[in-house]
């Protein structure tokens, strides 16, 4: 028995959902040793890597009889390095060692921090900015010897090929200046524009000979719609279209005589009103000429602007009526429909601002992920105002900088999984 033969269109399907399968796992079950710079709670490496712990509880560099302890403490002050000098495992006058550190992060920044004796360390003159996860080069004299040491402080970092990254779906864009709007939302209707509607009466009284023109047929303008016979001529004349249009009502049979109904009501849809209501103090807001993005309930969204506020209420429901005209060449928007629009009432210009689907918790931080190549670091942000889209950012992110817009849950799973969450 021989076994049905698949399309060559189905079987790459399956091979490509089968490849993007095996890199999502490789990409979220990574090894440890290999994930997001392996950093532990303390400070440098994962815990399995056993960086040696001075009495303090921080890192211990030692070279020969000299040794550093670095610490960051966050209790309290801005976080700060604290470094504590020992001497053949006795503690040192701080006044005696010169030290220096410096901390190169992805991107290119570069803090060099200095430090001044207190009390008994060595305390750092600057912040440690968030996040703390950078290369660090220690540089310390003491006794007219120079002690040097690097190594890696990585948190909340990851690396990921960027083949892999396209297709797991993770998008990024550049961080820079947005507009945010403070919008109102409305409710109303399309309408057909009054001047865009024409209802056609016969101009003799007579009989219908013919019908052309049938419900929902588009026509041109001049084209005949039907054929009447007059009643006092007997002669026939050709009922015509007077406008572009659609037939959205038709009132004759063949045979039918005719008097001063309405036989053929057409209209233009090329362009409509959407009337929207404005109700109680948000008539103080809305205004002529500001923009309204409108939607309908299939979906569809338009923009358009406001230009004409009626001057009187609606009886019934104490509403004004807001007009705005749009251009509706697939006919999408359809005389009737319940429509909303916001109203953009206020526009602010933002030196830098971030998508909100970009957001993510981290610790008791708000964080996005920045890329730098096919590796991607959380940045700590200082957020401000926003809109339905946007957020101000005050802090944390440097304008320019690629980060991750949709799927940055991917980066964050990756980066928990390997416990590379903070490090001290």
């Known amino acids: ?28 079950d990574k090894p440890e040793s290999t994930a997001a ?19 303090q509880g ?35 006058d701080p006044d005696n060692v010169d030290l220096t550190i410096t901390l190169d ?14 009390e008994d360390y060595l305390r750092g003159q600057q912040t440690v900015v ?22 890696d402080n990585h948190e909340g970092r990851t690396t990921i090929p960027n083949a892999m990254a396209e297709l797991s779906g993770i998008a990024t864009e550049t961080a820079g200046p947005q507009t945010l709007e403070r919008v109102v939302t ?3 209707r399309v309408q057909v524009d ?32 039907a ?20 037939i959205v009502k038709r009132n004759l049979q063949i045979g039918q005589a005719t008097g001063d109904a309405v036989l053929f009501v057409i209209a233009d849809l090329s362009q409509v009103w959407v009337q929207l209501d404005v109700f109680g103090r948000d008539t103080e807001q809305v205004e002529v000429g500001q923009t309204v993005h409108v939607g309908n309930l299939e979906g569809y969204e338009r923009e358009g602007v406001i230009d004409w506020i009626s001057p009187l209420a609606e009886h019934a429901s104490q509403s004004v009526r807001a007009r705005i005209v749009l251009d509706n060449p697939d006919g999408r928007l359809r005389p009737g429909q319940f429509v909303h629009g916001e109203v953009v009432v206020e526009q602010e210009e933002v030196p830098l601002a971030v998508r909100h689907s970009a957001i993510q918790d981290f610790r008791d931080f708000k964080v996005v992920y920045a890329k730098f190549d096919d590796t991607y670091e959380v940045r700590m942000l200082e957020l401000g105002r926003r809109d339905a889209q946007w957020v101000e950012v005050l802090g944390g992110l440097e304008p320019g900088t690629p980060y991750v817009t949709q799927n940055s849950y991917l980066i964050k799973a990756d980066i928990e999984k390997s416990g590379a969450t903070h490090a001290h």
């Not at 021989?2 to 089968?18: D, F, H, T, Y």
């Open 1 to 28: 028995m021989s076994l049905p033969k698949k399309s060559p269109a189905i079987a790459i399907a399956v091979i490509a959902l089968l490849a993007l399968a095996v890199l999502l796992v490789m990409v979220l």
């Open 37 to 55: 710079g392996n950093t532990s709670a303390h400070g440098g490496q994962a815990d399995h890597e056993e960086v040696p712990r001075g009495p």
């Open 58 to 92: 921080g890192r211990l560099l030692e070279q020969d009889n000299f040794a550093l302890e670095l610490t960051i403490v966050e209790q309290g002050v801005p976080p700060e390095y604290h470094v504590y000098a020992y001497a053949d495992g006795e503690p040192l």
């Open 105 to 118: 992060r992805l991107g290119g920044r570069q803090d060099r921090i200095g430090f001044k004796p207190f």
């Open 130 to 151: 968030e996040p703390h996860s950078f290369d660090v080069t220690v540089e310390a004299s003491y006794q007219g010897e120079e002690y040097r040491w690097q190594f």
């Open 186 to 188: 409305l409710h109303g």
């Open 194 to 225: 009054p001047d865009r509607l024409s209802q056609l009466r016969a101009r003799f009284p007579g009989v219908v000979q013919s019908i052309e023109g049938d419900l929902g047929t588009r026509v041109k303008q001049g084209e005949t719609l």
């Open 227 to 246: 054929v009447i016979q007059s009643n006092e001529s007997l002669q026939n004349y050709t009922l015509k279209a007077p406008i572009d249009g659609v």
